[in-house]
């Protein structure tokens, strides 16, 4: 375990109105931070000094993580018309094109050296394609007969790391889960979805991405995984590779089947690898299974593990050695109203409900 002194106990992400924050992520080597405030992406100092921001961003940017093996921040991206598409066009005043679009967001951070950068314009920011989660997003659920195969409502949690159950020096991957509708009446929704790509095969794909005219430009994902925690509210939001563990960490807003435990973060059994198996509430159907780490609480119900600790949906970076940021987001009272983001350094504590502790 860490006993790294050295880090600030909390870094402040600044005040905006973009919408609340989404993920961070950390460049250990020059040291900064960098925050997806849904719009906008931020980048700091550790100490919280603003270095520059990429905006123009006209769909919702979520979780986002630094790829310590090509330096630059990798971020799931959503252009889509449902409930938060059309909160975003309402803030932005800008009307994205009419088909729904799904990609991985690329930032050559190297280039953010000022505030105002545009992502379209300033040769920041290119774009994967993500056909599988556009044909999920638009196709009848088979289970369900409701619009959004599996509930999907886009992508969100996005992380790098080793697949689960690969051996010592096994390439990373980039693993981008689902976000999941959480419709309590709805069946076949309590399964997390997560594509598995090589990041190394992008540079054949990607390409700076026209909003108004978005490009089809991707690859096929390496696999498909199911990970049954029960239900969720919006799916994973963020995803964490953990190198202390050799676990995934998985945060969600907590869903409201009362049938399931609804934990706020799940740890991904990062020892096992994924095996087929029947896909729980899916009528039979079959696919890539990952395990749930049997830690923090178990709910004998429904056989679902997890861990009560409140933050990480909004941001969580692990140093690899039992340390951790997370975000802790908020808004500034009224009339202001701006969104925040502080970010405070936690310690993993093992064999607990909780799963962390903050290092004063």
């Known amino acids: 375990m860490s006993n790294?002194?050295?880090?600030?106990?909390?870094?402040?992400?600044?005040?905006?109105?973009?919408?609340?924050?989404?993920?961070?992520?950390?460049?250990?080597?020059?040291?900064?931070?960098?925050?997806?405030?849904?719009?906008?992406?931020?980048?700091?100092?550790?100490?919280g000094n603003l270095i520059g921001t990429v905006t123009g961003?006209?769909?919702?940017?979520?979780?986002?993580?630094?790829?310590?093996?090509?330096?630059?921040?990798?971020?799931?991206?959503?252009?889509?018309?449902?409930?938060?598409?059309?909160?975003?066009?309402?803030?932005?005043?800008?009307?994205?094109?009419?088909?729904?679009?799904f990609y991985i967001a690329i930032f050559d951070v190297d280039k953010i050296d000022r505030v105002g950068m545009d992502a379209e314009r300033d040769g920041v920011m290119t774009a994967v394609y993500l056909g599988d989660v556009?044909?999920?997003?638009?196709?009848?659920?088979?289970?369900?007969?409701?619009?959004?195969?599996?509930?999907?409502?886009?992508?969100?949690g996005t992380g790098i790391g080793p697949l689960p159950g690969a051996p010592a020096g096994s390439p990373t991957m980039l693993l981008i889960a689902y976000g999941i509708y959480g419709g309590v009446e709805r069946e076949g929704n309590d399964n997390q979805v997560i594509l598995c790509f090589d990041w190394r095969k992008f540079a054949d794909y990607e390409k700076p991405l026209v909003q108004g005219i978005p490009h089809h430009s991707g690859p096929a994902p390496e696999a498909k995984y199911f990970l049954y925690t029960g239900n969720t509210t919006w799916g994973i939001q963020n995803l964490e590779y953990d190198a202390y563990t050799g676990d995934w960490y998985a945060a969600v807003y907590v869903g409201k089947k009362p049938q399931y435990p609804n934990y706020p973060m799940y740890v991904i059994d990062g020892s096992?690898?994924?095996?087929?198996?029947?896909?729980?509430?899916?009528?039979?159907?079959?696919?890539?299974?990952?395990?749930?780490?049997?830690?923090?609480?178990?709910?004998?119900?429904?056989?679902?593990?997890?861990?009560?600790?409140?933050?990480?949906?909004t941001g969580m970076y692990s140093f690899g050695d039992g340390l951790f940021y997370f975000s802790h987001n908020g808004k500034t009272p009224p009339p202001e109203k701006l969104h925040t983001c502080v970010v405070h350094l936690y310690r993993r504590k093992m064999d607990d409900d909780v799963g962390f502790e903050a290092v004063e």
């Open 134 to 156: 556009v044909e999920d997003y638009n196709t009848v659920d088979e289970i369900s007969g409701e619009p959004h195969r599996y509930g999907c409502s886009g992508v969100d």
């Open 4 to 47: 790294n002194i050295n880090l600030p106990r909390t870094v402040d992400g600044g005040k905006w109105n973009t919408g609340h924050v989404q993920g961070i992520a950390l460049d250990t080597t020059h040291k900064y931070i960098y925050y997806s405030f849904t719009t906008t992406l931020v980048k700091t100092d550790l100490d």
């Open 57 to 101: 961003l006209l769909g919702h940017l979520g979780c986002i993580d630094f790829n310590d093996e090509d330096g630059r921040v990798y971020g799931s991206l959503e252009l889509k018309h449902d409930s938060i598409g059309k909160g975003i066009m309402k803030r932005t005043g800008v009307d994205i094109a009419e088909e729904d679009s």
């Open 272 to 313: 096992v690898a994924p095996c087929e198996g029947e896909i729980f509430g899916r009528a039979g159907e079959r696919g890539m299974l990952l395990t749930l780490r049997d830690e923090g609480v178990k709910h004998a119900a429904s056989g679902v593990s997890g861990l009560s600790f409140a933050w990480g949906q």
